[in-house]
Nanobody
Framework: QFKLVESGGGLVQPGGSLKLACAAE????????FGWFRQVTGKEREGISC????????TYADSVKGRFTVSRDNFENTVYLQMNNLKPEDTAVYFC???????????????????WGRGTQVAVSS
């Protein structure tokens, strides 16, 4: 049973930072590819980052490259998304998702992911 629980969202001023957590329950996170996505109401879900299950390769969308960092803590069984220099356009609900096969590589298509968390709201505003 794959269960994902996101946390760490909130309200932050432009230029601020937040660290989102995606806690994996019921499985060992280190063997699986995790994606971070975000969605603004009325818009399509956007893939923003991923860490692979094979070699922990990381990928980023151009919109967050250089500002966001994805990582995995095997002891905590948690995947993190460190978000720095946040902008108002980063405001969205953020989701983590996992591909359910061992050692999957990253994929930017949300259809490649099998299990999803419920999301955490991030608001960037002065």
């Amino acid at each position: 049973q794959f269960k994902l629980v996101e946390s760490g969202g909130g309200l932050v001023q432009p230029g601020g930072s937040l660290k989102l957590a995606c806690a994996a329950e019921g499985f060992d996170a280190r063997f699986y590819a995790f994606g971070w996505f975000r969605q603004v109401t009325g818009k399509e879900r956007e893939g923003i980052s991923c860490i692979s299950g094979s070699d922990s390769e990381t990928t980023y969308a151009d919109s967050v490259k250089g500002r966001f960092t994805v990582s995995r803590d095997n002891f905590e069984n948690t995947v993190y998304l460190q978000m720095n220099n946040l902008k108002p356009e980063d405001t969205a609900v953020y989701f983590c998702a996992v591909r359910s096969l061992f050692f999957n590589r990253c994929d930017s298509d949300e259809k490649a992911y099998d299990y999803w968390g419920r999301g955490t709201q991030v608001a960037v505003s002065s």
